[in-house]
T-cell receptor
């Protein structure tokens, strides 16, 4: 049982490059989330998808786009990476957006030079 | 004011002692509260959830909730070096849609 799988685990980009972080869950969860974690800032919500076909902005959505491809997959795209987007990104899923328990992927460490 | 506030620590306690971690939140309408543990370089994992005022115990962990004071705490009894981690308080904010918002976390060190 893989749970939540994120790829890639590490990535180095140059300023202005684009990339997509992929996330898939095999728990039949309805809701999926993307967070970023920076030192001293905790986890900040970028975007979430309450259910298949819907996406909503979180606390820090600027510079990102998301796609809920199907119930299993939720991707995060950086169209033009900036050094301020250097962070560790976590994908998470839950049964629904108001049930609380989040299951996290292992994280993706992104460095933008 | 941050929506979910925690003392960043580090909090250092000797092995066998009680570690007390605190959290306050700003959305008075919040109904669901969680504590996650995150080891260095790893992803967060849920250790406790609490939804009603009072105490909830699970093994060495006790979560306490006081909605009137907008305060959540986590007590770890008989602390072990393996409890050394960052503890994240999380709240489901109902205002503006259901969103899980995290505090910045408290680093706990348990000295052997």
């Amino acid at each position: 049982n893989a749970g939540v799988t994120q790829t890639p685990k590490f990535q180095v980009l140059k300023t202005g490059q684009s990339m997509t972080l992929q996330c898939a869950q095999d728990m039949n969860h309805n809701s999926m989330y993307w967070y970023r974690q920076d030192p001293g800032m905790g986890l900040r919500l970028i975007y979430y998808s309450a259910s298949e076909g819907t996406t909503d902005k979180g606390e820090v959505p600027n510079g990102y786009n998301v796609s809920r491809l199907n119930k299993r997959e939720f991707s995060l795209r950086l169209e033009s990476a900036a050094p301020s987007q250097t962070s560790v990104y976590f994908c998470a899923s839950s049964v629904s957006r108001n049930t609380g328990e989040l299951f996290f992927g292992e994280g993706s460490r992104l460095t933008v030079l | 004011q941050k929506e979910v506030e925690q003392n960043s620590g580090p909090l250092s306690v000797p092995e066998g002692a009680i570690a007390s971690l605190n959290c306050t939140y700003s959305d008075r309408g919040s109904q669901s509260f969680f504590w996650y543990r995150q080891y260095s370089g790893k992803s967060p994992e849920l250790i406790m959830s609490i939804y009603s005022n009072g105490d909830k115990e699970d093994g060495r962990f006790t979560a306490q909730l006081n909605k009137a004071s907008q305060y959540v705490s986590l007590l770890i009894r008989d602390s072990q070096p393996s409890d050394s981690a960052t503890y994240l308080c999380a709240v489901i904010r109902h205002t503006g849609g259901f969103k899980t918002i995290f505090g910045a976390g408290t680093r706990l060190f348990v000295k052997a």
